[in-house]
């Protein structure tokens, strides 16, 4: 539950630091400059490293479940 908690509170954080940015940047497309890009960058990999944190308790749960079953 910790890990689960933990990978929230990085999508709150990128979340609120994606409308932080494009609110200071403006609500664009495309990047219109380097810091832009940079901070675009920034929140996928956070997004992506949020995502990939709350599925492992996910993944030892169904590897406890299937040697349950197989045992």
Known sequence: MKTINFA???WLFTW????AYNTYFG???HSQSN???TCDLIFKVALNIGIIIYFIPL???YEKAV???LD
């Not at 609120?16 to 409308?19: H, L, M, R, S």
């Open 8 to 10: 929230r509170k990085i």
């Open 67 to 69: 040697k349950l079953f």
């Open 59 to 61: 993944s030892k749960l």
């Open 35 to 37: 810091a832009e890009s």
């Open 16 to 19: 609120i630091f994606w409308i």
């Open 27 to 29: 609500w664009n497309l």
